[in-house]
């Protein structure tokens, strides 16, 4: 064999098994398929939850994928995800983008990319006001509830080395079950913790949320890793959600005033993806 | 597989927590089985009784617990039982384990279910004229079963016995979802601090068919050893 065949030959090869990987862009793909399918939680009130009035899923992550998929001109899908299945459910295909009240930490930027922070928030515990405890270091050696899969059981390790935490699959079981008081309390991101209080009614006053946060928790839109296309047109996308003015009233469509957790203002801006 | 890697999700801590799992997933399948095998005993021997209500009880209790998902019986040992009890009880339960308690009690029962079946079958295997020769003799009805039925039912009734115990050792998995720490309760933590979840189910996959095969081997040595007579 001649040298120049076997370079065609070798040529010929690489263009078969590099062209998938070199020449696939995702956001062509998404493109040709004709939806945006985004995977959302569903049971994280005000992020995304099920309407009980429509029976579909909305809330401030199902609007955020549809921001995207007009960018992108193509109809929104919402697949509801578990917390703990959201990166693998990525990774294999199965959803383009997770709009699933991710938060970017170092340790997953190594098998998702992030898009711009779309949400600040702290992480916070929830104790049963008969506990008697105010502060986080009381927690120490008690029991905690959480859900499996998140950053929320990692972080309260953290900020309490010797709790003891048992999860669930989802923030509501494990909810109940600190209202049933199998537990001393509940660990869970900010907004969704006040959004759980606010529902409690007349048993707010049996519940306390702990001033201290566990962690600070920088929300984002996670993407397959190097997707540069999808990824400069969802940051796009959100770049041109602030700069309307369009994602303050975002904010204030789910967490504002007239919302459940009643935040009055808003303390972040979607500028930025630095943790 | 571009990049397989079992040490990934064998780093001291992961290891320690998935060796806390198995050991916990043997120690429910193991408590479970103790407790289960004379409920189910009872159970059968209530639905073979010539006692109408004591027919019915053991009735109920076989297709009540037989034909309801053990995943579903699992939530409602966890989420609703506790909350019948009374005040004390409840207390007490929740300062120990309850996660564990829970488990023990919903597979206890779904098991035994189970179990309850596959003795009576072995019973009935008897020729029932064992029985009506060893009452003739004067024998009591449990007498009887104790000293003439029994001892021919154990080699029928041993080997499904050994294939319950390995559906009970294979439904301990579903005690996650009540936040119980067994095996797949810690694979899940261990897949979402490591992100590596082909590497830790492999893992656990492995660790779930040893003790499966091992439990297989035991009822094919019974088998072997302890072989049915005709009578």
């Known amino acids: 064999m001649k040298p120049t065949q076997a370079l065609i030959i070798a040529a010929g090869m690489a263009a078969v098994f590099l062209s998938p990987v070199a020449f696939s862009d995702q956001l062509a793909d998404i493109r040709k398929k004709g939806e945006l399918v985004c995977g959302v939680l569903g049971t994280d009130e005000p992020m995304s939850f099920i309407d009980p009035a429509t029976r579909t899923l909305v809330g401030y992550d199902v609007d955020l994928c549809q921001v995207v998929a007009r960018k992108i001109g193509v109809p929104a899908k919402v697949k509801q995800l578990a917390v703990a299945a959201r990166i693998p459910e990525l990774q294999q295909g199965r959803v383009d983008i997770l709009s699933a009240t991710l938060t970017h930490t170092k340790e997953r930027e190594a098998v998702v990319d992030f898009s711009l922070h779309t949400f600040i928030t702290g992480q916070k515990v929830m104790v049963r006001r008969d506990s008697g405890i105010a502060k986080l270091a009381q927690l120490a050696g008690k029991k905690v509830v959480t859900v499996k899969g998140g950053t929320q059981e990692p972080n309260m390790r953290k900020a309490v080395p010797t709790v003891d935490v048992v999860t669930f699959e989802t923030a509501p079981q494990a909810f109940v079950a600190l209202q049933q008081r199998k537990a001393i309390g509940f660990v869970n991101d900010e907004v969704s913790l006040f959004d759980a209080y606010g529902k409690l009614g007349a048993a707010q006053k049996d519940y306390v949320v702990l001033p201290e946060s566990i962690s600070v928790e920088a929300i984002a839109l996670g993407l397959r890793k190097n997707e540069p296309a999808l990824k400069t047109l969802v940051n796009d996308a959100l770049r041109e959600l602030e700069a309307s003015g369009a994602a303050e009233k975002l904010f204030f469509k789910w967490f504002g005033p007239n919302s459940r957790l009643k935040y009055g203002q808003r303390s972040f801006k979607i500028d930025s993806d630095r943790i | ?231």
């Open chain 2, 1 to 231: 597989m571009p990049n397989f890697d079992l040490a990934a999700v064998l780093t001291d801590e992961f290891r320690g927590w998935l060796l806390d799992g198995f050991l916990l997933s043997i120690e429910l399948t193991a408590i479970t089985w103790l407790i289960a095998l004379p409920l189910a005993t009872f159970i059968a021997l209530c639905r073979l009784s010539s006692v109408r209500v004591a027919r019915g009880l053991g009735f109920a209790l076989v297709e009540g617990f037989r034909n309801i998902p053990l995943l579903v019986q699992l939530l409602f040992w966890y989420f609703a039982v506790p909350e019948l009890l009374p005040e004390a009880l409840r207390s007490w339960l929740y300062e120990h384990d309850a996660e564990i308690v829970c488990a023990v009690a919903g597979l206890t029962f779904y098991t035994a279910a189970f179990m309850a079946e596959d003795i009576r079958s072995g019973i009935r295997a008897v020729p029932v004229t064992q029985l009506e020769a060893a009452r003739a003799l004067g024998f009591s009805f449990l007498a009887s079963m104790r000293r003439i039925v029994l001892p021919q039912a154990v080699r029928i009734i041993v080997p499904p016995l050994i294939s319950q115990t390995l559906n009970l050792w294979k439904n301990t998995s579903i005690a996650t979802v009540i936040g119980t720490a067994e095996l797949m309760y810690q694979a899940q933590r261990v897949e979402t601090a490591s992100f590596r979840g082909v590497e830790t189910f492999t893992v656990v996959t492995l660790a779930y068919l040893a003790v499966s095969l091992l439990i297989t081997a035991l009822s094919v040595w019974f088998q072997r050893r302890f072989p049915v007579r005709a009578p």
